[in-house]
């Protein structure tokens, strides 16, 4: 027999393994979407993208193209923390709730924007800036056709009016909402003429969340019997009529040939079963309705003062 030597690997002074990051999280406000709201948004907002795309090139005069990356649920402070330092945050009023929604891109961006439509070559900015008054104007034109084709694309979940407020242009200091409220944040590539950037939409889930059970309701189990019950009273099932059975032999079967006479042990003045899956349900009489034979329900375990009649499929 073969030796076979065995090698031992120390494990002293090998570094430690390093330990994954434990997220603390509250059951008490969930951070994670439903799987059918997140789909209702996720419509929702590539509608918006198209229609955002659309407005800018019909504006800016120059192909445009708006794409919907993702859509997550965060709270203010995790959105605000995503942000560049120096952006564009248009600030949105939102009748009835005292968080604001937030349109967000890159100044870069939006001055590349303003250039075209003043009639420039839409020559590309690298210097994060605050917008001039005419700039801001501009701006802000593009912004209220951006919340209308917003309003438009959510439909029924977004119900209240929602209107341009104010320009920031530090995350870190524009409080549109509480830290711990909780955001809708959907994040969109942008594309307007040669230069790209991305943007995002935050709109507090306080405003969204009451419509989102409407735009796609749930069934609730407390009338669960009925509904059951409801459907099955729809579901097709094969109704027999049939003769007591027979007991006999295998033997007896095995047997058989043509002009065998097999005894059936069902008295000519009993009525026939009627059996659903196996299972007799009611008694019927052999009859006939018009030219199609037929049984007439003379007892029923279902319903035993009910006269039904039964025709045999053509």
Not at 109 to 127: E, K
Not at 215 to 230: D, F, G, I, W, Y
Request: aromatic content about 6%.
């Amino acid at each position: 027999m073969p030796n076979v030597k065995v090698q031992e690997h120390s494990t002293i002074g090998a570094p430690p393994k390093s330990a994954k990051p434990i997220e603390v999280y509250d059951f008490r406000r969930p951070t994670t979407l439903a799987r059918e709201h997140s789909r209702v948004l996720e419509l929702a907002f590539e509608t918006f993208a198209r229609q955002w795309g659309t407005q800018l090139t019909a504006k800016v005069r120059v192909v445009s193209l708006v794409s919907c990356e993702h859509v997550v649920m965060q709270t203010y402070d995790e959105y605000a923390a995503s942000l560049p330092a120096t952006t564009a945050m248009v600030l949105c009023t939102l009748d009835g709730s005292q968080a604001k929604a937030v349109l967000q891109f890159p100044t870069s961006s939006a001055l590349s924007w303003v250039n075209y439509m003043l009639g420039g070559n839409g020559a590309a900015v690298t210097l994060e800036r605050k917008f001039t008054q005419i700039e801001e104007a501009l701006v802000r034109q593009l912004m209220d056709d951006a919340l209308e084709d917003l309003k438009y694309s959510l439909g029924t979940v977004l119900v209240v009016p929602i209107t341009v407020n104010a320009i920031q242009y530090n995350s870190q200091f524009a409080q549109a909402a509480a830290t711990s409220d909780l955001m809708i944040v959907a994040t969109f590539a942008m594309r307007v003429g040669e230069a790209t950037g991305m943007a995002t939409v935050a709109i507090p889930v306080d405003v969204l969340l009451p419509q989102l059970g409407e735009a796609n309701p749930v069934v609730v189990t407390a009338n669960a019997r009925e509904l059951v019950q409801a459907q099955v009273a729809w579901a097709p099932v094969e109704v027999s009529i049939q003769l007591a059975p027979a007991m006999v032999l295998p033997r007896a079967i095995l047997d058989l040939a043509v002009g065998d006479v097999l005894p059936i042990p069902h008295p000519q003045h009993r009525p026939l079963d009627v059996a659903v899956g196996g299972q007799s349900l009611a008694q019927a009489a052999l009859g006939a309705n018009g030219s199609r034979l037929a049984c007439v329900i003379t007892n029923s375990v279902v319903c035993p003062n009910e006269k039904t009649i039964i025709e045999e499929t053509p």
